[in-house]
Every structure is written in structure tokens, then in C-alpha cells.
């Protein structure tokens, strides 16, 4: 046995079956060692970001993490920004890096670089194994550090020598970190404050999103008259019919500001506090009012669920107050324009029961929200850090770790580019993955943002940075030149008729809504 069975033994015995990959040359060892361990499931995603955004929707779904397996320093930069996102979700993951061999580099070979630097921004844990005997401890380590609640980014770094040396060391088996419980201040500091007569808003996040922890909010609210809302972005959340109807802060701040003015105090529960996504000139930073009292009953890494049932002990709330669940009445399939608001009804109106949800629409998407809270009952997830190219990724993932479930992608045509590359993992892995594009040809939430800073109408070099045309993206040959079916629909008609067969079929298929 070398370093690199010994890895992968590790992460098998600890629960860590799928590899999300793009290795190189000082990786072959991990490779080769994958290649004897048929239970591991190894995906191949041609651009790193591919493989992080990967991860992230695998880890969304499963619970559990996944690994990564990355080339080096330049491959681990190129999938930093969907690390970025995985670590604002809480998405747990185990990164393996490879580098060169320990004794090459007093050379500074052309792909040298400072491989600890480049992951800790992104990294709640980051150790580079020093030898052979060393690795399957080191990613016992790392596999506790990601299970941390509420799920925490390790990176570890496999020197090729420390893969291809043998080792005879015990396979090392990962603690099991246990979640944090809230403690008895903050729950009578709850308490107390939603029994004061204030104007109250219960703000949720993290595992408190999930159906059971969100009808647990929903009988504290009814009994307390306190407002329920959830973070403008998500990792996860349950919604549709029979389940808690919950609306976000508003992402534009002016929408914000004007909609919490009147909130007294918030309580957050695995939530932060709201802000705004930038700063802009004249406008405030935080989207509470000036004097808003904020309170923490749960911390992201603290058992939020929980905590919710000990303050509606503490009210003594009983069991005959009951949530408010949304029904199921659907809503018609539009026909007419096609529209964002057409695309959202029509969604409401056809997703199956299960369905899992990943959003990436950007602007596009900004009314999906409203309308689905009564469409069957789905798994809904965001792109939680800003940085675009997360969707076709992260449906991915989900599509490997919850098979038998379809994968519904709303994706932006600009950022859809940054991470292309994944359609061709769609085809590959034969995963049951709808991905509608809004084709607008445009940055268009760039062109809100120029005159939400106050820079005014954008002229013709402006318009030559924020527009996708000249030529247009034919998300339609794109698709099908890799491997994945597709369709495009100028109408409301035509978007319902590739919709209806896409889901009544089995495989990846894309729509190009042209709105």
C-alpha cells in the first residue's frame, strides 16, 4: 500500500464515495489508486470550477461530503470561486490538491506555486501532508474538519512522493463532530423578546430551512405574531405544496430598506443579520432600521432546529397551533409571451414531486420565488456567494448524489458561460437534468447595477461589456456539440412543450428561452 491507497481507504471508510476530478501529472498515484477502488465513484469535470461547483451540489443534497481532486496550485486557483460559494452555503467538501514531489521543489518548476496560500482564503482547514505514514491521519483530519457543522471546506495537499511511497500506517477513522446546542440564555433571551409586543422578525437559515424546523418557526410565529423570512440566499430549502411558505429579504436594498422599516428586533436563527450585497452611493449599508434590536438565538454552526423547539417550549406553544403550509393548487401553464414570470408558472405548474431545484437565474429569476410556493414539493438551492458559475455545476452534483430525483437548473445565459464545460459531465454520467437558460443576451443585473451606483445610462463602450451579442450564444449547438439534447423556445407554447417532454423524460435536456 502507498499514500495514495492509503487516501483512498480513508475516505471510503469515512463515508466519502464520490471524487469530483480534473487531476494532472501529480496525481497519477491518486488516480492509479482510485482505478483499484471500484466503490468510489470518480467524475471527470473538465474545468476545475466545474468540479468545486460540482461538489457543492453534491454536498447540498447528500448531507455528507464529497472529495475533490485537483492539479496543483493553477487547478485549485481555477475552482476557487466555487469554493467561495460552497464555504458561504456551508457545504461541507475535502479538497485534495496535488503538488510536487517534496524534494523538486528547490527546482521552481514552472507550475511551483504557494498552494497553502491559494486555498486558505477558501478554506476553514488547509495541511500539507508530510510523508506517506502521515496521509490517512491527515485525512481523517480533514474529513472531521468538513463534517463540522454547518459543514466546513479542508484542503489537503498530497505531495506526489507522499502519494507514491509506501506506507503501512492504520487506516485512520474520522470523529464524528457533534452539533452545538444552543444555550439557555439565548433561548430565554428568545423568549423573552417575543413576548415583548415588539414588531419582531424571525430571520432562518442553514438546517432551520428544512421542513420540520421551518413548521416549527411557522406555530412560534402564529402564536406570537412575529414575521418569518429567510436569508435573499440559501444553501438549501424545502418549499412548495405542504410546506412553509417563506419569502427573502428582498436583494435590491431600496426593496429591503422599505419593506423591514417598521422591524423593531430580529431574531436570527443560523442566519446574519441583512445586508447590502454592495455599497451604494447614498444608501445604507445594513437593510435593518436605525435602532433595530438584533438578537442571536442560533449561530451558523449551532443546532438551529433545535432551538426552535425549546423557545416554543418556552412560550408554551402547543401542538393545536398549527404552521400555515401553502396548498397545492397549481397554477395554469402560461401561453403568450414568453416571459421570466411565464417561465416561473410554467416550472410551478410541471415540476414533479422531488424535484430539486438549483437557481442561477440572476435577474431573471428575481420572480421565480412567489409563484413556486405552491408547486409540488422540491429542494431549492442558490448561488450563496455571489461568484457566477455555480448552476450547471451544482445540478451536477445533485443529479449524482440524488438519483431517481429531477434536476430542474435555472440558469442565466452570461454566467451559464463561465462554467460550460459541465454539460458535457451532464452527458457523460447520463444525469436527469433540465437546464432552462434565460437567454437575454445580456449581463443585464450589470446594466441595474451601473444605475444602482449611480453611473448612469450606459453608453456604447459600456453596452460592449454588458451585452452577449455580436455574435449571439446558440446555447442549442453548444449543448447538443456536448452531448446533452436541446431545444429552443421564442414563446410561452413552445417553452411548456419542451418542458413537458423534457421532464417526462430521463437524461440531461436544455431549453434556450429567448426572453
Not at 447540498?60 to 481555477?78: E, K
Not at 464555504?87 to 518548476?109: C, E, F, I, K
Not at 408558472?345 to 424535484?355: I, K, N
Amino acid at each position: 500500500m502507498n499514500g495514495a491507497d492509503s487516501l483512498a481507504d480513508t475516505l471510503l471508510l469515512n463515508g466519502i464515495d464520490v471524487c469530483f476530478a480534473n487531476p494532472g501529472t501529480s496525481e497519477m498515484h491518486f488516480v492509479a489508486a482510485l482505478d483499484r477502488k471500484p466503490s468510489m465513484r470518480c467524475v471527470l469535470g473538465l474545468f476545475e470550477g466545474v468540479v468545486t461547483g460540482a461538489a457543492d451540489g453534491y454536498a447540498r443534497m447528500a448531507d455528507r461530503p464529497a472529495a475533490t481532486l485537483l492539479h496543483l496550485g493553477p487547478g485549485l486557483a481555477n475552482g476557487l470561486a466555487n469554493l467561495h460559494n460552497a464555504r458561504r452555503a456551508g457545504t461541507p467538501m475535502v479538497n485534495v490538491v496535488g503538488d510536487h514531489a517534496s524534494y523538486h521543489l528547490v527546482h521552481d518548476a514552472p507550475l511551483q506555486s504557494d498552494i497553502e496560500g491559494l486555498a486558505r482564503p477558501m478554506s476553514h482547514w488547509v495541511h500539507t501532508s508530510q510523508n506517506a505514514d502521515a496521509v490517512s491521519r491527515d485525512a481523517a483530519t480533514a474529513i472531521e474538519v468538513a463534517r463540522t457543522a454547518p459543514g466546513q471546506i479542508a484542503t489537503l495537499i498530497l505531495p506526489a512522493d507522499a502519494a507514491w511511497s509506501e506506507t503501512n500506517a492504520a487506516i485512520a477513522v474520522a470523529k464524528v463532530p457533534e452539533v452545538p446546542v444552543v444555550g439557555e440564555c439565548a433561548i430565554a433571551a428568545a423568549a423573552a423578546a417575543l413576548r415583548n409586543g415588539k414588531r419582531t422578525l424571525i430571520l432562518l437559515a442553514g438546517m432551520t430551512l428544512r421542513a420540520g424546523a421551518l413548521e416549527t418557526a411557522s406555530r412560534i410565529a402564529q402564536a406570537t405574531g412575529a414575521r418569518l423570512l429567510t436569508q435573499q440566499a440559501n444553501g438549501r430549502m424545502q418549499r412548495g405544496a405542504g410546506r412553509v411558505a417563506l419569502e427573502r429579504v428582498f436583494f435590491r436594498i431600496d426593496a429591503a430598506v422599505a419593506d423591514l422599516r417598521e422591524v423593531q428586533q430580529v431574531i436570527l436563527v443560523g442566519a446574519k443579520a441583512p445586508v447590502g450585497f454592495f455599497a451604494y452611493p447614498g444608501k445604507p449599508g445594513s437593510m435593518l432600521p436605525e435602532g433595530c434590536a438584533v438578537l442571536t438565538l442560533s449561530q451558523p454552526g449551532e443546532d438551529g432546529p433545535e432551538a426552535l423547539e425549546r423557545v416554543a417550549d418556552a412560550l408554551s406553544i402547543g401542538r393545536d397551533v398549527r404552521p400555515i403550509l401553502s396548498s397545492g393548487e397549481r397554477l395554469p401553464v402560461p401561453d403568450g409571451a414568453l416571459t421570466p414570470v411565464a417561465i416561473a408558472q410554467a416550472v410551478a405548474a410541471l415540476m414533479p414531486e422531488g424535484a430539486i431545484v438549483v437557481d442561477e437565474s440572476v435577474t431573471s429569476g428575481f420572480g421565480f420565488f412567489t409563484p413556486t410556493h405552491q408547486a409540488a414539493p422540491h429542494d431549492f438551492l442558490q448561488l450563496t456567494g455571489g461568484a457566477i458559475g455555480m448552476g450547471l455545476p451544482a445540478t451536477a452534483g445533485a443529479a449524482i448524489a440524488c438519483p431517481g430525483r429531477k434536476v430542474i437548473g435555472l440558469q442565466a445565459d452570461g454566467s451559464g458561460m463561465y462554467t460550460v464545460q459541465a454539460l458535457w459531465t451532464h452527458a457523460r454520467e447520463k444525469l436527469d437534468i433540465v437546464t432552462i437558460i434565460y437567454a437575454n443576451r445580456s449581463y443585464a443585473i450589470l446594466r441595474d447595477e451601473l444605475k444602482g451606483v449611480g453611473a448612469g445610462e450606459p453608453g456604447a463602450n459600456a453596452r460592449s461589456m454588458l451585452d452577449l451579442d455580436r455574435p449571439d450564444l446558440d446555447w442549442v449547438h453548444m449543448a447538443k456539440g456536448m452531448g446533452v439534447e436541446a431545444g429552443r423556445a421564442t414563446n410561452a407554447r413552445e417553452f411548456v412543450n419542451l418542458l413537458t417532454a423534457a421532464i417526462r423524460g430521463n437524461g440531461p435536456f436544455l431549453i434556450e428561452a429567448v426572453i
